[in-house]
């Protein structure tokens, strides 16, 4: 059985890899729609892949991966980060984009779904 712990944060390569590979997955494998858990030092992640939007949430809330966007191709120096901290103070990244537009379209989007987490938006290190 492999560790829970993976190894360290994706470099851009292994995010473009990434993104290459689910639209293999999802072009060639995929009929109706998965559902994976993820077992991490964090807690368990659960990923759903499917043909459909799920009920509720509109076709905006998601960040087009493939064919490559320019947010991908690009080395993600100088873009930005959309980050969540929840209510025990425990912050994490959220999301990454190339513009402070997108990135705070994604914020906006978060703060309004009413949770307790504080989003915000900061230039990526």
């Known amino acids: 059985?492999?560790?829970?712990?993976?190894?360290?944060p994706l470099?851009?390569?292994?995010?473009?890899?990434?993104?290459?590979?689910l639209a293999r997955f999802a072009s060639h494998e995929l009929d109706q729609w998965e559902n994976w858990r993820i077992d991490t030092t964090r807690g368990p992640v659960f990923?759903?892949?499917?043909?459909?939007?799920?009920?509720?949430?509109?076709?905006?809330?998601?960040?087009?991966?493939?064919p490559t966007p320019a947010h991908l191709t690009e080395d993600r120096r100088g873009s930005w980060t959309v980050w969540r901290q929840d209510d025990n103070g425990n912050r994490y990244v959220v999301s990454r984009h190339g513009t402070r537009a997108e990135a705070d379209s994604v914020a906006a989007t978060m703060e309004a779904r009413g949770h307790?987490?504080?989003?915000?938006?900061?230039r990526s290190a």
């Open 47 to 66: 990923v759903s892949v499917s043909r459909e939007l799920p009920p509720g949430r509109p076709e905006e809330a998601f960040r087009r991966i493939w």
């Open 11 to 21: 470099g851009d390569a292994e995010i473009r890899e990434l993104a290459r590979l």
């Open 116 to 122: 307790k987490q504080t989003y915000w938006v900061a």
């Open 1 to 8: 059985m492999e560790s829970v712990d993976p190894g360290g």
